[in-house]
């Protein structure tokens, strides 16, 4: 069964840190562009970070530069999310995605051919 899963999801103070984890079963994410994307309440989900397939390029939402940083490591079949100075707004169910080929993107969901369940990050005091 292919299956992309999320974890790392949590609640934490506004300032504090979290790290996601997107792990593949299933086949091996070599090939395939992940992105993360989020889903607040009310809200479209929107992309946050991508990484290509042999991770030279990275792109980021404005709204979370300087802030998250993305990494993978296909040893582990794995990406990372590192999510620091969070803030109430950063507040969502956040989902990984994989898209084969190299290049990634953060507005053309249909391009992904993967998605997880989601996790949920709550900042909160």
């Known amino acids: 069964q292919l299956q992309l899963v999320e974890s790392g999801g949590n609640l934490v103070q506004p300032g504090g840190s979290l790290r996601l984890s997107c792990t593949a079963s299933?086949?091996?994410?070599?090939?395939?562009?992940i992105g993360w994307f989020r889903q607040a309440p009310g809200k479209e989900r929107e992309g946050v970070s991508c990484i290509s397939n042999r991770g030279d390029s990275t792109n980021y939402a404005d709204s979370v530069k300087g802030r998250f940083t993305i990494s993978r490591d296909d040893a582990k079949n794995t990406v990372y999310l590192q999510m620091n100075s969070l803030k109430p707004e950063d507040t969502a169910v956040y989902y990984c995605?994989?898209?084969?080929?190299?290049?990634?993107?953060?507005?053309?969901?249909?391009?992904?051919?993967?998605w997880g369940q989601g996790t949920q990050v709550t900042v909160s005091s």
């Open positions: 299933g086949f091996t994410l070599d090939y395939y562009a």
């Open positions: 995605a994989a898209d084969y080929g190299w290049q990634c993107t953060l507005v053309a969901e249909y391009e992904y051919d993967y």
